[in-house]
């Protein structure tokens, strides 16, 4: 019961911290660890478990992505799921924004992510930092991280089949390791440990309010000094804070025709994703033009007489044919293909 308590406590203290401090701590936390074997492009067919324990992980093996090979998972009663990813898997941007921009920076950071990267906020599993701050150019340097969300479904399926719930991503390597992506809502945890722990947290409330009571009233004086400092300093700010706001009303009412352009002439980035997940393991792309919705792939398979099939079956291309004859290697044994498809609106 101590024990939880205390875990809950320093849990209290760490959202004390400021944002870009909390999401960039060390993740050595006791939890249950699920690191996918190989990376996500490539499908996850296995997962390796472990548990961690006062900063120390103890690993339990490979387990199959099936209801069968996932049913042997260990259980890790009192202690959260985490899965870990490496730098391959997560994205990571470098943005700069206005000083005044901080104290709105999740709203900020939303509204940015249609322009900043080829997904919509909620497509996304993402989190953020405070890179760097300064004050004399009034700029903010902040590192985004993210990974969409389609990515993880498979995975976040089959655990939530057998019970488990993993609460965030951590990121094990790179230049963001040690920080980490929400699954859930951040404090979902904690507030369960405090229901369990109400009249023990209750106790210790009492306890700091009766502290605040004999402070020194003499540092009230002090205190509203350097609240009226604060206050001068941060007009500047506020002006710039109402400028960012305006930027922001003006860059929404052109919102829909941006979106309406991107319609328009497709979006690279998801036709690649999606020519790739039609593409067999045997085949892959050596050149690939998208221009005004009209695609050209040329590339290898091993029977590029299929590959029009499969592109006609799926909801993302229309009307695929050869744009030229297919070459066949014999000494690597693939053929060399063009293939031109239409990218469904």
Not at 35 to 43: M, N
Not at 65 to 87: F, I
Request: charge should be positive.
């Amino acid at each position: 019961m101590l024990r939880e308590f205390f875990i809950w406590w320093f849990g209290q203290l760490a959202d004390l911290l400021p944002r870009g401090l909390r999401r960039a701590a060390p993740n050595a936390a006791d939890a249950m660890v699920i690191t996918p074997v190989g990376p996500l492009a490539q499908g996850i067919n296995a997962v390796a478990v472990g548990i961690r324990r006062n900063g120390k992980e103890n690993p339990f093996g490979h387990f199959a992505l099936g209801a069968a090979g996932l049913a042997e998972l260990p259980r890790s009663a009192g202690r959260p799921t985490v899965l870990r990813l490496g730098e391959a898997d997560i994205l990571g941007k470098t943005l700069s924004f206005p000083l005044a921009a901080e104290r709105e920076l999740d709203q900020v950071l939303a509204f940015e992510m249609d322009r900043e990267t080829p997904f919509k906020a909620e497509e996304l599993y993402w989190s953020h930092r405070i890179a760097g701050v300064d004050r004399q150019n009034g700029r903010l340097t902040v590192r985004l991280m993210l990974i969409a969300k389609a990515s993880l479904t498979p995975l976040l399926g089959a655990l939530a089949h057998i019970g488990i719930e993993p609460a965030r991503v951590e990121i094990a390597d790179g230049p963001d390791a040690g920080s980490y992506l929400p699954l859930v809502p951040e404090n979902g945890q904690v507030r369960r440990a405090s229901r369990r722990l109400v009249w023990l947290a209750a106790a210790c409330c009492v306890g700091f309010a009766a502290a605040c009571l004999v402070t020194p009233f003499v540092r009230q004086s002090a205190t509203l000094t350097r609240l009226d400092r604060v206050t001068a300093a941060g007009r500047a700010a506020a002006g710039e804070a109402d400028a960012l706001r305006r930027e922001i009303t003006r860059l929404s009412s052109s919102a829909g025709l941006i979106q309406s352009e991107r319609d328009k002439f497709g979006q690279p980035l998801a036709v690649l994703a999606a020519a790739t997940r039609v593409l067999p393991d045997d085949s892959y792309l050596t050149e690939l033009e998208l221009h005004e919705r009209k695609l050209t792939m040329s590339g290898r398979s091993a029977a590029a007489a299929r590959l029009i099939g499969a592109f006609a079956a799926d909801t993302e291309f229309r009307n695929p044919a050869f744009a030229a004859p297919v070459t066949r290697v014999e000494a690597l044994k693939l053929e060399i293909f063009t293939i031109v498809a239409e990218v469904a609106p």
